[in-house]
């Protein structure tokens, strides 16, 4: 499909001439994709540990209170692969801009928000900004730079900044509620919001189909409403249980209209996801790690966080600071990936990055309910995040890669559906085994929460292996590989 670019894109003819250096254009569109990943990652976590506070002062029930939380994850991973391809349809920068505006006015209105329903609207609405925002971001990102180590490292510096952004959120968040209000874990994003809107039409290009084709409307429903569905049963089980009805309603929605979705994306002229790019073996198993690798390293953080409080007895901001070895092992794991992916390749990036995690992992079920053993969380934590950000990189690479330019947004609306879905996923499933454990053991205290989070800890690092495992068996070894070496 032939493109239409609006104006000058950058330039980027020496990108595999070594120690080449980004012009200053290329430099602030970086910066400007990077700051707006990083915030929409931070936005995930940030009300985490304020979610008791806000409950109070805007009049939510307890009962409700996780709503909060969920209308943001059920937007954010039920309309990113829509909007993945609106993005390659009718502008990536065009929609990036729009979902950055509506983040700066969601945010206006949830800081200012008096009721619930006011609250939730807001969230809605960051959701929604959210899963425009982030494939566009990243189609811009890989359009802007080809396949090779310049992708590579932006893709790295990406990921270590949207991991890190998780981590920072929970620590903000708390921050900000003790020292200011909660009200600012929203305002904050309105001078980010405001900032970007002001400087990316001077360094983002625009493009588009020379020919615009018609959009697949029951494609988009089907997909739509069955990520709904499947993001709201997983929600609905971590937080009752796997044998509530509507947990186990919705979830089977879900499955039949994927289902459907699958045979319309057969049938129709232009469809949504065109279905040779899901039999792509770099495009079906690249998303297959990255739905693995965010689906484990979440959900360890969810367990974690329940032995610092429920175990050891740390509060939430404490709690929450803990975390900060973990960011900084992301960032480091976001900025030599790419040097991993240019001597070994991306398949190999993604198999180092599991076992390394795994073995980080599985070190967890040692720990005990003296505050000494923080010291091995830390060190387990810090090189497990090293790892995931290998893997996540590896992941990020080897599904985007080998499409055209028009097909970014596609590629990169998969990715972050796996992505988000994968964040969704992890912590029902593992609270789940926690606490069927803890029940099992009779009840809750500091010893049977430590147990359950143990059992689940070594569901956590098998996940990690199986994903290993399949990935060097499955994946083959595609362009991006020799073609990083080579540049290398």
Known sequence: MSTV????????????????QLTGRQRLALVLLLTASFTLAVDFSILNVTLPTIGADVGFTLQNLQWIATAFALCAAGFTLLFGRVADLFGRRRLFLTGMALLGVASLVGGISTSPAMLLSARVAQGLA???????????????FPEGRLREKALGLNGALMAAGFTTGAILGGVLTDLLSWRWAFFINVPVAVGVLVLAPMALSESRPAERPKLDVPGAVSVTLGLLAVVFGLTRAGETSWTDSAALGSLVAGVVLLAVFWVVEQKVAAPLVPVAILRRANVGWGNFAGLLAFVTETSLVFLLTLYLQKTLGFTPLAAGLSFAVLGAGTVIGGMIAPRVIGRAGAKSAIVIGFLLQ??????????????AWMTLLLVATFVGGVANLIAIVGFMVTATTGLPDAEQGLATGLATMSQQVGITMGIPIMSAIATARVNSLGGENPATVLSGITTAIWVNTGLCLIAAALVAVFLRRGRSTSAAATIH
């Open 5 to 20: 670019e609006e104006g000058t894109p950058p330039d980027l003819d020496t990108v595999s001439v070594p120690g080449a």
């Open 130 to 144: 959210t899963a425009a925002v982030t494939p566009a971001a990243l189609s811009l990102l890989t359009t802007s």
């Open 358 to 371: 795994a073995i980080a992992t599985l070190s967890l079920v040692l720990l005990g309910q003296d505050p």
